[in-house]
């Protein structure tokens, strides 16, 4: 069985995704009034 292997393949890829999230939350949570600010920013750019 080669699930070991498979897993090992995936591990790295899975900590970064979840290290990004991290960065990404606490990055909001710091700085919520320019995190709502660049939303906002965002759906303004797509407004008719």
């Known amino acids: 069985m080669e699930k070991k292997g498979v897993i090992s393949d995936y591990l790295p890829w899975l900590l970064i995704a979840i290290a990004v999230l991290a960065i990404i939350m606490i990055t909001i949570f710091l700085l919520k009034e320019k995190g709502v600010l660049l939303i906002d ?4 750019l797509f407004k008719p």
């Open 41 to 44: 920013q965002i759906k303004n």
